[in-house]
């Protein structure tokens, strides 16, 4: 089938578009990051003057023109990070959108593809989980962008027809339940990562200093915060990915005749959807609750990159789609 030169290119061209914006969202996103804890020390020194009774007074009366409180500087900064975060999601969808037209197919065809969409799925997620956590919205931005660097550069594959064996309506169901719960995987990883950082360092909690890390730490959210955060998007993600799973299986038996051959790559998905199940389990296991829970969170998402790469790149087998040129 004919491909239309001219709307891969705009696909191209709203996918760089995409990542630039996302580059510019992480300046104000660090910027953030970077000032919120000058604004947290000066409502800690003005907490401790009210328990003192040495609150400053502020002189009122009608000769006084009451002005409107200043937004802090943080949350200007978090408030245009997060606008082009959403800008930028917004440019990726259209690079999916245009890339379906361009080659009159599901736009799922190749890694190029497939991390694109994850990608879209990740920050999606983050917009609307970290909506009230924006400065966290940067440990979400940066593997995106990873991700989108890695998929222009080493996976990137021109605009063409797919296989033969890809040319199935099983395609836009399994591989888009697929990439849809590996980037709210990603969302969670990192949630998880952050958790265990935030309980290495307990002390941040009460504002001591004791490290350039603990400096770091101190400045994210809670630790039960992010707990919350991993499990919560762990529970939609593991239903949606072992849907995806099982209808890869059905997908299989239609085309190769049978329902599982333990190829490399379903042999991985299998092991990935073992250990976050074993995450939810370990998550709801008194003893289990805390960092050793979230390291089994953080190997699922070790696997789930494990098999994306290394599975897609190195090792063959029947899934061997990735699309490279």
Not at 3 to 16: K, M, P, V
Not at 75 to 90: D, F, I, K, P, T
Not at 92 to 109: C, E, H, Q
Not at 234 to 259: D, N, Q, Y
Request: net charge positive; glycine share 8%; charged share 15%.
């Amino acid at each position: 089938m004919p491909i239309d030169a001219t709307l891969a290119q705009f696909s191209d061209w709203s996918f760089r578009s995409a990542f630039g914006v996302y580059l510019l969202a992480a300046v104000f996103l660090i910027a953030q990051y970077a000032t919120q804890t000058v604004t947290a020390a000066e409502q800690k020194s003005e907490r401790q003057l009210v328990a003192a009774g040495k609150a400053p007074v502020r002189p009122t009366g009608p000769g006084r023109i009451e002005e409107a409180p200043r937004r802090p500087a943080s949350e200007r900064y978090g408030g245009m990070g997060y606008a082009l975060v959403v800008l930028g999601l917004l440019l990726t969808v259209t690079s999916i959108v245009l890339r379906g037209f361009a080659t009159d197919r599901f736009p799922l065809g190749n890694m190029y593809e497939f991390v694109t969409m994850a990608t879209a799925a990740a920050t999606a997620t983050s917009i609307i989980a970290l909506r009230k956590m924006r400065p966290t919205l940067i440990f979400v931005v940066v593997p995106v962008m990873i991700l989108m660097f890695l998929a222009a550069t080493v996976l990137y594959a021109d605009a063409a027809p797919v296989v033969p064996a890809l040319r199935s309506y099983w395609l836009p169901i399994h591989v888009t339940i697929v990439s849809i719960g590996s980037g709210i995987f990603l969302v969670a990883g990192v949630a998880s990562l952050l958790f265990l950082l935030r309980m290495r360092f307990p002390a941040a909690e009460d504002g001591a200093n004791t490290g350039a890390l603990a400096r770091f730490a101190q400045r994210l959210p809670d630790a039960r915060t992010l707990d919350r955060l991993a499990y919560k998007t762990t529970i939609i993600g593991f239903p949606l990915f072992g849907a995806g799973v099982i209808l890869g299986a059905i997908w299989a038996e239609a085309a190769w005749g049978r329902f599982w051959g333990w190829d490399p790559k379903e042999t991985v998905s299998f092991i990935a959807w073992v250990v976050y199940a074993a995450y939810l389990h370990a998550r709801a296991t008194s003893g289990w609750r805390n960092t050793r829970a979230a390291w089994i969170n953080v190997a699922g998402f070790v696997a789930m990159l494990f098999n994306l790469f290394i599975i897609n790149m190195v090792v063959s087998g029947l899934h061997s789609y990735a699309g490279l040129n």
